[in-house]
């Protein structure tokens, strides 16, 4: 089945902490995979993709993330976390059809 | 940069009204989605549609309708709200043979009373 986990449903780190938020996926195919970001009571927004090559990707704001077909992850992390980077963090999965999978989301608070 | 603008931020309704959620995007895409969000339950595909007219179920389809008469429009129907469709919900627009990037409106809350 196809499916993604995002195993951590809340977690809280201090301003200037290093932060990796965890996904790990079940696609039948070549994935395509994605992080967004979602700030309270908005939509969502795409922080970065990987479709192939380096598996080291560089997002916006910041983040990067880093695929390992080997352990069917796609993990996001950021050296230095802002204040503002407080939110809901969504990992989704797609490429053989036009439709995303979706994990259930990891909220991130930022204490000062 | 695309824009995804759905009519409403907020809207309150009562059981058994029919509701009506509008979603319009600017830039061409073929494929538009409606998802609804829900706490600890991630993002799940109500309806997509791949052309004019045309549509697919999604993982939630029960209780929903979907409209697709104009290429830039799609909009979600609940025949007759219920509570338990009090959600957020999502459209979003994609440009088929892009690497499935989708881009998300604002998101409408929808209290069902």
């Known amino acids: 089945a196809q499916s993604v986990t995002q195993p951590d449903i809340h977690i809280t780190v201090s301003e200037g902490a290093s932060l990796e938020l965890r996904c790990n996926y079940s696609?039948?195919?070549?994935?395509?995979l994605f992080w967004y970001v979602q700030s309270p009571g908005q939509g969502l927004q795409l922080l970065l993709k990987y479709f192939s090559g380096d598996t080291l990707v560089q997002g916006i704001k910041g983040f990067e993330a880093e695929f390992k077909r080997s352990q069917s992850s796609f993990n996001l992390r950021k050296p230095s976390v802002h204040w503002s980077d407080a939110a809901e963090y969504f990992c989704a999965v797609g490429g053989n059809t036009d439709k995303l999978i979706f994990g259930t989301g990891t909220r991130l608070q930022v204490f000062p | 940069d695309v824009k995804v603008t759905q009519s409403s931020r907020y809207l309150v309704k009562r059981t058994g009204e029919k509701v009506f959620l509008e979603c319009v995007q600017d830039?061409?895409?073929?494929?538009m989605f409606w998802y609804r969000q829900d706490p600890g339950l991630g993002l799940r595909l109500i309806y997509f549609s791949y052309d004019v007219k045309m549509k697919e179920k999604g993982d939630i389809p029960e209780g929903y309708s979907v409209s697709r008469e104009k290429k830039e429009r799609f909009s979600l129907i609940l025949e007759s709200a219920s509570t338990n469709q009090t959600s957020m919900y999502l459209c979003a627009s994609m440009r088929p043979g892009q690497g499935n990037i989708q881009y998300f409106g604002a998101g409408t809350r929808l209290s069902v009373l």
């Open positions: 830039m061409d895409h073929e494929n």
């Open positions: 696609y039948g195919a070549t994935p395509y």
